[in-house]
T-cell receptor, first 114, second 111 residues
Framework: NAGVTQTPKFRILKIGQSMTLQCTQD?????MYWYRQDPGMGLKLIYYSVGAGITDKGEVPNGYNVSRSTTEDFPLRLELAAPSQTSVYFC?????????????FGPGTRLLVL | QKEVEQNSGPLSVPEGAIASLNCTYSDRVSQSFFWYRQYSGKSPELIMSIYSNGDKEDGRFTAQLNKASQYVSLLIRDSQPSDSATYLC???????????FGKGTKLSVKP
């Protein structure tokens, strides 16, 4: 079991460029999440998905898009990158959203927008 | 706006001492509470979860929950330098049941 994997590990973007952050999980989890973490801050939820074909906005969705065509994959798309999107992005997954359910995190993608 | 508050620290304790980390939350209907440990440059790792009032022990870690005071804490006994990390408090609640994270408390255990 690889768990939750993310690619790339690090990326530098120029302002206005776009990119897709990849996230894959092999635990057959229904729920997947994208968070961003700015220095000295906690994690902020960007988008989440409760299953293939179903996504919803989190706390900070502006500037991002997601899709979920399969159970395993949950890519995050950045359009027109801005310096404010410089952050570390974590993907997470859980089998359910029962109150006891644990989220498992990927290793993160560090993004720098210049 | 549902909030989770933590003292950002840094909290410095000597090796072998008890480290006490605190967290308060604003949403009274929150049902579950989690402590994640995050080493620098790494992803969060779950170390404790608690759902009922009282104490829950796991090895050197004890989580304490007081729903009436909207307060959750984490005690680390016999602190080791390897415990040096940022500890994130997370609370699940609200209609969507998503996790809300605090900013984290940075713990430094000095040999």
């Amino acid at each position: 079991n690889a768990g939750v994997t993310q690619t790339p590990k690090f990326r530098i973007l120029k302002i206005g460029q776009s990119m897709t952050l990849q996230c894959t999980q092999d635990m057959n989890h229904n729920y997947m999440y994208w968070y961003r973490q700015d220095p000295g801050m906690g994690l902020k939820l960007i988008y989440y998905s409760v299953g293939a074909g179903i996504t919803d906005k989190g706390e900070v969705p502006n500037g991002y898009n997601v899709s979920r065509s399969t159970t395993e994959d949950f890519p995050l798309r950045l359009e027109l990158a801005a310096p404010s999107q410089t952050s570390v992005y974590f993907c997470a997954s859980s089998y359910d959203r029962d109150y006891q359910e644990t989220q498992y995190f990927g290793p993160g993608t560090r993004l720098l927008v210049l | 706006q549902k909030e989770v508050e933590q003292n950002s620290g840094p909290l410095s304790v000597p090796e072998g001492a008890i480290a006490s980390l605190n967290c308060t939350y604003s949403d009274r209907v929150s049902q579950s509470f989690f402590w994640y440990r995050q080493y620098s440059g790494k992803s969060p790792e779950l170390i404790m979860s608690i759902y009922s009032n009282g104490d829950k022990e796991d090895g050197r870690f004890t989580a304490q929950l007081n729903k009436a005071s909207q307060y959750v804490s984490l005690l680390i006994r016999d602190s080791q330098p390897s415990d040096s990390a940022t500890y994130l408090c997370a609370v699940r609640g609200g209609s969507q049941g998503n996790l809300i994270f605090g900013k984290g408390t940075k713990l430094s255990v000095k040999p």
